[in-house]
């Protein structure tokens, strides 16, 4: 039997490239724009990373864009041992990891709470958790310092660990509940069948359907808190108890025209932080819509 074939239209075929050609040309000019714009956000760092490679000679004779006449890793040296910026570091760890522990145990336990149990004030807790990622630190700043002199935790690293624990909550619980109710309650009803307890259906069962979503929280958290610097110097006044931050400041006065040890203490700094994040990556994104849509 014969078969026979529709032609396809010369207009039909001519409209459907010309499509193609302008989606093409649209995609070359958003990237090229994408590519302008991330040269323009690297040029800072890569001025940094020059800067932290020259003799302070060269760009008090030079200028800062001058072409290096010698580059020399001796400036990271020096940031470490005589600018103390290992000690720094060492304090920024000794308050971070605490403070993102707690944060992130008792976030997700409220979180849990309020995304999977119905009790009377539980619209009113989570959104007091949302009021509070509204309010400005700021204005806090005096009463946390006249509270922290009170309590005798004032120059203490427990002090940091404390602000930076209660003041995260709220953002932590917002992101763990919202994504928590993304959970099937079938998962949870067979586990309460099987006789597990309600602690154990959060330590065994949510925390671990919700790593994406704590991974994100990690890197967020992480970054937010070892960056800090405003709590730092309203909190500790102790040299030798200072993070990397407050710390880089003393720097500065210790060295206040040697603008390459300078810069290298911040690279220095920054590296911890970049760490974490090329590590956790692959949850940041997943972790954050998945837990931002309900």
Request: proline residues 4%; charged residues 10%; aromatic residues 12%.
């Amino acid at each position: 039997m014969a078969t026979t074939t529709q032609a396809v239209p010369f207009s039909a075929v001519s409209s459907s490239v010309a499509v193609k050609k302008r989606h093409m040309f649209r995609d070359n000019i958003v990237f090229v724009l994408m590519l302008l714009a991330t040269l323009i956000w690297l040029v800072p760092l890569l001025g940094a990373l020059v800067t932290a490679l020259r003799t302070n000679g060269d760009i008090i004779g030079n200028g800062f864009w001058s072409i290096p006449n010698r580059l020399t890793l001796d400036n990271f040296g020096e940031a470490w041992a005589v600018g103390r910026v290992e000690q720094y570091l060492g304090n920024s760890f000794i308050i971070t990891i605490p403070s993102l522990i707690g944060m992130l145990l008792l976030s997700s336990m409220a979180g849990f709470a309020l995304a999977r149990y119905r009790f009377r004030g539980n619209m009113l807790i989570y959104f007091m958790f949302v009021a509070g990622t509204m309010l400005p630190f700021q204005i806090l700043l005096l009463p946390v310092f006249y509270l922290s002199r009170t309590l005798h935790m004032y120059n203490q690293y427990s002090a940091l660990i404390a602000i930076h624990t209660a003041f995260q909550l709220g953002f932590c619980t917002f992101v763990l509940r919202n994504y928590m109710r993304t959970v099937p309650t079938e998962i949870l009803e067979a586990a309460r069948m099987d006789g597990a307890g309600e602690f154990r259906l959060y330590w065994r069962i949510m925390l671990p359907l919700s790593l994406s979503s704590l991974a994100a929280l990690a890197t967020l958290e992480f970054t937010w808190v070892f960056n800090d610097y405003l709590w730092a110097i309203i909190l500790i006044s102790d040299d030798s108890k200072k993070p990397v931050t407050a710390g880089l400041q003393s720097l500065q006065g210790q060295y206040l025209t040697n603008w390459p040890v300078l810069t290298a203490g911040a690279l220095l700094a920054a590296l911890p932080t970049v760490v974490v994040f090329v590590a956790l990556q692959r949850y940041f994104i997943q972790g954050l819509t998945m837990g931002s849509g309900k």
